[in-house]
């Protein structure tokens, strides 16, 4: 069983959909939530990150996490085509030195 | 606004080769990370270092070994490059300060051991 599973998707979705990106991890030793952003051919941009359980929002951008289903999202409202990349969930035990990333999930917003 | 840059964005090297791959953050990290990311695999962690002259294994760091000889260069070197260490390179910078936690990652190195 792999420590982070993430469906790679493609999903695609309309302009102004609400978008919602799952995570299911193994161990329950994770503290550190992370979402990143990567467009195609650029490294992964840090989106949002969490400490232990609950939620957090920026903007356009909730993460949410549920230590006890041990199972993270990030929502996406008004998503928009720019917001067309893959989205990779990962997780640390350590604060970041040790991160396990999830395959990602393609995400294509159509206008 | 640039903030992890990378020595190549493509490589081709020949099975045997000796390979260096060499990654600069200009944010004054502690921390610089060596990832490889292959599809349907994510990110996978070779090497890190949290000082200068430190370094620690990540989960695959057989077939490579780093250098950070300075707080803002960290290098990442195959010895004999082989066909498998085909992938995409990412190298990364972060802190954590007070909560706070910042993370960039370079644009990538695409290399292709033949």
């Known amino acids: 069983q792999k420590e982070v599973e993430q469906d790679p998707g493609p999903l695609s979705v309309p302009e102004g959909a609400i978008v919602s990106l799952n995570c299911t991890y193994s161990?329950?030793?994770?503290?550190?939530f992370m979402w990143y952003r990567q467009y195609s051919r650029k490294g992964p941009e840090l989106l949002m990150y969490?400490?232990?359980?609950g939620n957090k929002e920026d903007g356009r951008f909730t993460a949410q996490v549920d230590k006890s289903s041990k199972y993270i999202s990030l929502f996406i409202r008004d998503s928009q085509p720019s917001d067309s990349a893959t989205y990779l969930c990962?997780?640390?035990?350590?604060?970041?030195?040790?991160?396990?990333f999830g395959a990602g999930t393609r995400l294509f917003v159509k206008a | 606004d640039v903030k992890v840059t990378q020595s190549s964005r493509y490589l081709v090297k020949r099975t045997g080769e000796k390979v260096f791959l060499e990654c600069v953050q200009d944010m004054d990290h502690e921390n610089m990370f060596w990832y490889r990311q292959d599809p349907g695999l994510g990110l996978r962690l070779i090497y890190f270092s949290y000082d200068v002259k430190m370094k620690e294994k990540g989960d695959i760091p057989e077939g490579y070994s780093v250098s950070r000889e300075k707080k803002e260069r960290f290098s990442l070197i195959l010895e004999s490059a082989s066909t498998n260490q085909t992938s995409m390179y990412l190298c990364?910078?972060?802190?954590?300060?007070?909560?706070?936690?910042?993370?960039?990652f370079g644009p990538g190195t695409r290399l292709t051991v033949t």
């Open positions: 990364a910078s972060s802190l954590w300060s007070g909560g706070h936690y910042e993370q960039y």
């Open positions: 161990n329950s030793a994770f503290q550190y």
């Open positions: 969490t400490y232990s359980s």
């Open positions: 990962a997780m640390s035990d350590t604060g970041g030195f040790k991160t396990i």
